[in-house]
DNA sequence: TATTGTTATACTCTATAACTATA
DNA sequence: TATAGTTATAGAGTATAACAATA
């Protein structure tokens, strides 16, 4: 078998947990949870009021999971919620202007944390690898050959 | 800000979104977590026996997560502890016979989803993205500049 | 005293199913 | 009937602190 060293998913988790490590305590300061920072980033990635369903996806995250952490974030003053004019069913999310402030307030420090790596790992070749990912991504693995 | 598919730690995850999304059907189906199955596999992947605290950190665990997933293992006869001679704090974990075999049954599956990831992507080029992604992870981002 | 590993505790997320409201 | 989203429920991991046994 594989060595587990090189293992894909171990690698991909591995540079996770390195590019994340500095970054959990900032998150712990703000009383955000890793995937409650996802929402509220992908959100800010939006121009307008996005879906839950959408939201899920983007956040990989599931229905129920999302369900809890907009509650908490509305909770919070974090997030707004209004219901689509179109179809009842639907709800629509958007950051408060406090969840807007939060993001500001973070994201500096995100932005420091990249640019170190790009300064240690070199800015073209980070470039490269976030292509890659991409790529490997959207190889559609779960569908059959 | 950078864009939300431009940010590194989603793009790992996202990529490993894709190359877990086949094989989490198949640990299911033995009743193994994503992290059991890290245990399993870093136990695979040594000769002898590995101390708690090593396996802790290869795995990504913390302690007390490691340890419920130890007791879980041991009540299902997949591994076997015992005692260090030299130390008598010191744990020693290793797989028994039917943590081998287990191994041995979902493995090929895992190396039929690499396969299918080297064919999709190159084989050449994923082995290129491996070491990019084990230099960045010791990058040791989590140090002073 | 320090270290290894476990236990305690509280919280969050995962996962599946059941449910409500709307379409 | 189908869909969007929430709630129910059980289980597992995260995170920090406290603890027992050993060094």
Known sequence: MRPFDQSLPMALL???????????????????????WRVLRALTATDGPV???????????LPPSLSRILSNLEGRGLIERSVATHDQRRSLIELSPDGRMLVRTVAP???????????RFGAARLQ??????????????????
């Open 128 to 145: 490269h690898l976030l292509e890659e990912l991409h790529d490997l991504a959207e190889l559609n693995l779960g569908e059959p050959t």
């Open 51 to 61: 879906e839950p369903t959408v939201l899920a996806e983007r956040t990989f995250l």
């Open 14 to 36: 591995r540079a996770r947990e390195a590019a994340m490590r500095r970054f959990r305590p900032l998150l712990a300061e703000h009383d955000l949870t890793e995937q409650q």
């Open 109 to 119: 420090s995100s932005e420091a944390a990249y640019t170190r790596i790009e300064q």
